[in-house]
């Protein structure tokens, strides 16, 4: 079995990942960043910008900038100061004594420390047809396959910012979007709100669930419950975007980082360190109040700095 030594390995290459290679980089750690697989729709290199359209509210570009080009910078800028990739996903972690183990399928790494870094994924509906219509109609990703939808009338599920961007940005290729909340209000922004409340291609369906996506081999409609009365109907949509919420990406670290209860790694406040000493977490996978991709950048900044001192601290 092969085994390759690191300074530093940071799991998970989205703002807060590529943050924390900008830094540990420049502090002359040659990071080695497991990105994530391509393939993959929950832990794909660059994290969840990769999948999302213009980006507003990133301090610096006051004209906006898309996802993935930011992310392609970022990335660009880590591997400037020597920060190395490898495009795959870990399979396994032990970071039971030091060094820390990493495994890639069958290669093993060792650490001196870990940056976790993996994110959070789009939370489905939990309807047995999903698995079988994602990428034939249904999706989690607008940037990625809107433009599959021209002139389709298609369905938004959800009552958040997510879905209120998706809609929105939807509307440039779609007939109409019905935006599907099981609510009588949303919890997104008011800025958003209104956005989608003077778009005439949006139209709001309040108080309803998507009970099920008809099609076999493509969206051919879906059945929507009215969750005031339990009254079922039917829209003749040929696409439905789930836009419902995400989930922290912590699957490889259950029974060895502590997590709260909903799944978030937990780390100490004002700080990235978790209850493993040499072993810090950033971004979204152990935060849910803010999730921003300026927030997760800088707590991928504070990991970086965590990390290097602690490093300096036990040389
Ligand atoms: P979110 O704020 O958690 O909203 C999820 C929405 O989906 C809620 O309206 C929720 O309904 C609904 N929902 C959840 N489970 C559902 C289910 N099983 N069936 C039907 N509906 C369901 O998630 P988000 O919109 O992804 O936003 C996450 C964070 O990112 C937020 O802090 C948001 O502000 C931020 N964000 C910002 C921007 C931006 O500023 N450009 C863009 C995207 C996201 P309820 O309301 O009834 O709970």
């Not at 990071?31 to 729709?41: A, L, N």
């Not at 032990?94 to 959070?120: C, H, K, L, M, N």
């Not at 935006?179 to 997104?188: G, P, S, T, V």
Request: aromatic share 8%; hydrophobic share 40%.
């Amino acid at each position: 079995m092969n085994t390759q030594h690191e300074h530093v390995i940071i799991i998970g290459s989205g703002p807060a990942g590529l943050t924390a290679a900008i830094y540990t980089a420049r502090a002359s750690l040659a990071p080695f960043v497991i990105e994530g697989e391509p393939s993959s729709t929950s832990d794909q290199p660059g994290g969840q910008l990769m999948l999302t359209t213009e980006v507003e509210n990133f301090p610096g570009f006051p004209s906006g900038v898309m996802g993935p080009e930011l992310m392609a910078n970022f990335r660009a800028q880590a591997e400037r100061f020597g920060a190395r990739f490898l495009t795959e996903k870990v399979t396994r972690v032990d970071f039971s004594q030091r060094p820390f183990r990493v495994w890639v399928r069958d290669t093993e790494y060792t650490a001196d420390t870990i940056i976790v870094s993996t994110g959070a994924r789009s939370l489905m509906l939990g309807l047995p047809e999903e698995s079988r219509l994602i990428g034939h109609g249904l999706s989690t990703c607008a940037t990625c396959d809107g433009f599959f939808f021209r002139d389709h009338h298609i369905a938004v599920v959800g009552g958040g910012d997510s879905a209120i961007e998706e809609a929105t940005f939807l509307t440039k290729f779609a007939s109409k979007v019905t935006l599907i909340h099981r609510r009588d209000e949303f919890r997104a922004s008011k800025i958003m709100q209104e956005r989608a409340f003077s778009n005439p291609k949006i139209e709001v369906l309040w108080n309803h669930t998507v009970t099920a996506i008809h099609g076999d081999t493509a969206v051919t409609g879906i059945e929507v419950t009215n969750t005031v009365d339990g009254a079922t109907s039917e829209l003749p949509v040929t696409g439905v975007f789930i836009a419902i919420g995400h989930r922290p990406n912590t699957d490889l670290f259950h029974g060895t980082l502590d997590c709260d209860e909903n799944g978030y790694l937990v780390t100490e406040p004002n700080s990235s360190r978790t209850n493993i000493e040499g072993v810090f977490a950033c971004g979204d996978v152990q935060d849910h109040t803010y999730r921003q991709a300026i927030t997760a950048a800088g707590s991928g900044c504070m990991a970086a700095i965590d990390a290097e001192r602690w490093l300096e601290s036990q040389h």
